[in-house]
Structure formats: structure tokens, C-alpha cells
């Protein structure tokens, strides 16, 4: 199985220098010196880091094969992937198994499709995209993602009021006076 490290971001600097959003919990142990990395689309790899820097949380990668910032341009979006087993652990999963999957109220109200999970610093966001173009970021937190049904095909969202575009207020009962 494929699994997806980082996708390629932005360039930085002038000698191809890139930044990177992860897709992986343990970028120390993937993201080395030496390590070589398939690409998707795979006409723009295979890539082989050349170094790695950490700078205020966000991570900078050069490879050997982008020189300068015009490769580097080219490169963004550009998927760094390598071959992976499942997780055995029973809250966990990857990118590519939440894409696609229907975004649902505990009632089965359709909300949207997850489109992506961001790793963030406090924790990581699914990206869903709702029936009218918006795209939400929902904590991947069981508060608010409660269910995640693979063989069903959904996740299971709670998010507060707010989060989600098409939401209306919930009435309080009250009348203006």
C-alpha cells in the first residue's frame, strides 16, 4: 500500500528549497537525509532528500533533484509517498482511507465528503467540503467526530455551531421584546 508522507508546498529561497505539510505522526523517522521518496503524480519523482531543517514548526525540505526555485515552484502539490503496512491501532488512520468517505450527522443528515486531513499543531483537521462549495475544517477529535465508519463509508460529524456554512442557529425560544 502507498501511503502519502508530505505534500510538496510552497518554495523557499532561491536553491529549491521547499516547505513541506505532512501527512505522517513521526516526520524524524521519514523525512531524512538519504531517504528516497516516490512521487504522485509519479512523473515528478523518484526524490531524494538531501536535507531537512525545522524552523517555528514548519518543515523545509531540499532534495537533490530540485535545484532551484523554479523546480521547486513545479514541484508544489506534488505528493512525497512510499510504501506502508496498515495500522494496528484501533483510532487510527490515513489520509487516504477518510477521502471520499460521506460526511454525516449522527441523524445521517448528509453534510459534505471529506476532501483531506490536515496535520495541525494541536491536532489534526479534516477538510470537508460541503454541497455548496464550502470547505470546513473540522478538529479530528472525538468530540466532534465521534464515528468513523470505513466499511460504511462515513464519518460521523458534531461539530459546534459555526463550523459548518449551511448551519442556521438552533432557536433559544426566546422573542425579541
Keep these: 500500500m502507498r501511503l502519502t508522507v508530505a505534500r510538496i508546498?510552497?518554495?523557499?529561497?532561491?536553491?529549491?528549497?521547499?516547505s513541506v505539510e505532512l501527512r505522517t505522526d513521526i516526520p524524524d523517522d521519514r523525512l531524512v537525509p538519504g531517504e528516497v521518496f516516490e512521487t504522485e503524480p509519479a512523473s515528478a519523482g523518484p526524490l531524494t532528500v538531501s536535507r531537512v531543517r525545522v524552523q517555528a514548526g514548519r518543515w523545509y525540505v531540499q532534495f537533490a533533484e530540485i535545484g532551484d526555485r523554479d523546480a521547486a515552484e513545479a514541484a508544489r502539490g506534488v505528493e512525497l509517498t512510499l510504501d506502508g503496512a496498515e495500522s494496528d491501532e484501533d483510532d487510527a488512520w490515513y489520509v487516504h482511507q477518510l477521502?471520499?468517505?460521506?460526511?454525516?450527522?449522527?441523524d445521517g443528515a448528509s453534510v459534505g465528503e471529506v476532501v483531506d486531513l490536515l496535520s495541525m499543531p494541536a491536532?489534526?483537521?479534516?477538510v470537508v467540503k460541503e454541497p455548496n462549495g464550502h470547505r470546513a475544517m473540522i478538529p479530528f477529535v472525538e468530540e466532534f467526530v465521534p464515528e468513523v465508519d470505513l466499511d460504511g463509508g462515513r464519518v460521523v460529524l458534531t461539530p459546534p455551531y459555526g463550523l459548518l456554512a449551511g448551519e442556521e442557529p438552533e432557536s433559544t425560544g426566546e422573542t425579541a421584546g
Design 123 to 126: 491536532q489534526d483537521v479534516l
Design 9 to 18: 508546498g510552497r518554495a523557499h529561497g532561491l536553491k529549491g528549497e521547499v
Design 99 to 106: 477521502v471520499g468517505l460521506a460526511a454525516v450527522r449522527p
